[in-house]
């Protein structure tokens, strides 16, 4: 397993960008798929978008065309850059790892998690 951290989190207005990170430790960590998931209250836990061992990605239909997930293996992190971000995008985002490489969609796949970060869109 690995050890995730997220940040970037925070308060903006419908139609701003936030970009969050999600740091991993692990000299393996380039071998596993990461995903980003999200839970608002009262609701279960989603998929947002992953990314597979070879950079290879996959969004959900709602986050398509407005998130970006991309990873630099050098740094151990993984990005989820959310452009045109709308009050519905707000819930808490976990990132998580999974190995082998390859990306899943449901969250009971995942072996690892991070605390989560808040995301907060004000109309």
């Known amino acids: 397993q690995v050890q995730l951290v997220e940040s970037g989190g925070g308060l903006v207005q419908a139609g701003g960008s936030l970009r969050l990170s999600c740091a991993a430790s692990?000299?393996?960590?380039?071998?596993?798929?990461v995903g980003w998931f999200r839970q608002a209250p009262g609701k279960e836990r989603e998929f947002v978008a992953a990314?597979?061992?070879?950079?290879?990605?996959y969004y959900a239909d709602s986050v398509k065309g407005r998130f970006t997930i991309s990873r630099d293996n050098a740094k151990n992190t993984v990005y989820l850059q959310m452009n045109s971000l709308k009050p519905e995008d707000t819930a808490v985002h976990y990132c998580?790892?999974?190995?082998?490489?390859?990306?899943?969609?449901?969250?009971?796949?995942?072996?690892?998690w991070g605390q989560g970060t808040q995301v907060t869109v004000s109309s």
């Open positions: 692990g000299r393996t960590f380039s071998s596993y798929a």
């Open positions: 998580a790892a999974r190995s082998p490489g390859v990306i899943s969609i449901t969250p009971g796949r995942y072996d690892s």
């Open positions: 990314v597979n061992w070879s950079g290879n990605t």
